[in-house]
Each structure stands twice: as structure tokens, then as C-alpha cells.
């Protein structure tokens, strides 16, 4: 079982950063790969980033490359979100979520945090 806070986000003008982190609890973190996903009003959920456990390997979307860096420190139980150079289509609400599989499909991650709401203004 791991338990997912998301914490990190605000407001911010277009061209801002900002930083989401995500604090698992549970002793099984490390095994996990990571992701991150966001939800835009009256849109679905989607993908943007993941990490596997070893930090090794890192996937993200076309929309967000170059923009966003994902990493982790499993010494600490927490994902990160390194989120620059912002646009006010990445307004939405971020979820971290945890999974077995590497893959950027929502249905193959069994934990997800409560999200939290990133505004960007033009």
C-alpha cells in the first residue's frame, strides 16, 4: 500500500517554474515507477511524465519536453516535478501516481495522490 500528497502548486505567471513534489509513504516506494499526470477542466486525464524505480529511465509528452524534468529520491519517498518556461495551457490539476508497470497508461497505476491545482496566467 502507498499513500500519495502531492504538494507544490499555485499560481504563476506564463514563463514562471515551479516545483510539485510528491511524499509517498508505504516501505515499497522504491519498487515503483512514478508518474505524473494532469487534468484540465471539463478534459481528460493524461499523461506527462513517469520515472522508473532506479531513476534510470524517464518518459514524457510531446507537450512538455525540454519543460518538464521528473526525478525522485527514494531515500526520501518523493517524486519531483520541475515544471519551467510555463504556459497557460499547463494550467490544471497535477497528480502523482504510482504503479508496477512502465507505461503511460492511467489503468496501469494502482495509487494516486489527491492532486494539486497549477495556475498559470498569460
Known amino acids: 500500500q502507498v499513500q500519495l500528497v502531492e504538494s507544490g502548486g499555485g499560481l504563476v505567471q506564463a514563463g514562471g517554474s515551479l516545483r510539485l513534489s510528491c511524499a509517498a509513504s508505504?516501505?515499497?516506494?522504491?519498487?515503483?515507477?512514478m508518474g505524473w499526470f494532469l487534468q484540465a477542466p471539463g478534459k481528460e486525464r493524461e499523461f506527462v511524465a513517469r520515472?522508473?524505480?532506479?531513476?534510470?529511465?524517464?518518459y514524457y509528452a510531446d507537450s512538455v519536453k525540454g519543460r518538464f524534468t521528473i526525478s525522485r529520491d527514494n531515500a526520501k519517498k518523493t517524486v519531483f516535478l520541475q515544471m519551467n518556461r510555463l504556459k497557460p495551457e499547463d494550467t490544471a490539476v497535477y497528480y502523482c501516481?504510482?504503479?508496477?508497470?512502465?507505461?503511460?497508461?492511467?489503468?496501469?497505476?494502482?495509487?494516486w495522490g489527491q492532486g494539486t491545482q497549477v495556475t498559470v496566467s498569460s
Open positions: 520515472i522508473t524505480w532506479s531513476g534510470c529511465s524517464k
Open positions: 508505504g516501505r515499497t516506494f522504491s519498487s515503483y515507477t
Open positions: 501516481a504510482a504503479g508496477i508497470d512502465n507505461t503511460q497508461r492511467l489503468s496501469s497505476y494502482d495509487y
